[in-house]
Nanobody, 122 residues
Framework: QVQLVESGGGLVQAGDSLRLSCAAS????????MAWFRQAPGKEREFVAA????????VYADSVKGRFTISRDNTKNVVFLQMNSLKPEDTAVYYC???????????????WGQGTQVTVSS
């Protein structure tokens, strides 16, 4: 019943920007923490960014801090990931996640989207 659908992925050049979106349904969006994770080929799924409900605290992985921004629109049940100054090492499948907790570990989230591919060429 709960569904998360990512969009906005694609192929870009290094230094370019991209904005990912995640549309949520079937849950109380405004009371859920939302997060982005990513997984590159041969690598473990890693935390990227999260945003809490309420006062909208945010947390970022060191690898994206200063370049990526997570935000949410509770009126539309959408969370965004604005990615600037993209690097080839940002290439991965990006996953949207939702949960009642505000954490940075995969097991802390209850629901996941199918992922969207982001490819950054040099």
């Amino acid at each position: 019943q709960v569904q998360l659908v990512e969009s906005g992925g694609g192929l870009v050049q290094a230094g370019d920007s991209l904005r990912l979106s995640c549309a949520a349904s079937g849950l109380t969006f405004s009371r859920n923490a939302m997060a982005w994770f990513r997984q590159a080929p041969g690598k473990e799924r890693e935390f990227v960014a999260a945003i809490r409900w309420g006062i909208f605290n945010t947390v970022y992985a060191d690898s994206v801090k200063g370049r990526f921004t997570i935000s949410r629109d509770n009126t539309k049940n959408v969370v965004f990931l604005q990615m600037n100054s993209l690097k080839p090492e940002d290439t991965a499948v990006y996953y949207c996640a939702a949960g009642r907790n505000f954490v940075v570990t995969r097991d802390g989230y209850d629901y996941w989207g199918q992922g969207t591919q982001v490819t950054v060429s040099s």
